[in-house]
């Protein structure tokens, strides 16, 4: 059997709804690894936000974060590429957030700030067990290392600062009440295709699976497009292959079963 490139999207995909992958997935991708193929989570989540996976995170063989700009190999962490921000458009957002008190989320590896804490903020610190840096001013952040930001309460205001602007940044709905801007040119399948890129595994043996709009593109361009049962309309329209199970009753397990055991 010819080695495939399975890439899922965690939440809501291969996550539970309480961010965790059930038993069924985790032995569908300890099956499909044994089998000779690779894993990736495609997410949207930045390091900091794998945390509360703990070592589930580890059920991989690689990482493709931040909506694709990140790549890191689970092994033994290493990064593989990274695609930062632009200092200058990192600066000019980040102050005019300051100026209008919108709540903006920057992120660096485990680095995390904000300029302003809602409850959301607080709620979500619970979840992940990190307290976010507060920031005064541009200054007081990493301009050169900056990995993304992310928009919750004033993401409307600010995708739209950004358009206008002209930023070379992208923005894309991750899930409900989130934003996650990225520097231009990044999306998930610009991040999966560089690791099929790196481990020589052609288009048409990779299989994309996600349930969500940033999603779309790596179901439209992978060789086998998945939506879980749970995904939105327009993502199972998209999809050559709709799983029979949700995100909470092993979808994973479906995919796996279908194209990488008995293909």
Partial sequence: MELCLLALDLDGTACNDQGRLGEGTKQALAAARAAGHAVAFATGRRDVDMLP???DFRCADYLVLNNGGKLVRTADGAVLSNTLVDADAARTLAQRCLQEDWILHVV???YWAVNRRDQGLLDYVEKVGVTPVLFHSPDELPLTGIEGFMATADRGPIC????QAQLPLVHVHSEPGCVDIMPGGITKWQGLSRLAQLLQVPVQRVIAAG???NDLEMI???GVGVAVQNALPQVKAAADYVTPHDNNHDAVADIVEKFLLHS
């Avoid at 739209?160 to 358009?163: L, P």
């Fill in 220 to 222: 439209q361009n992978a």
């Fill in 211 to 213: 349930d969500y709009n």
């Fill in 108 to 110: 660096s590896g485990l």
């Fill in 53 to 55: 996976l703990g070592e």
């Fill in 160 to 163: 739209r600062f950004i358009d």
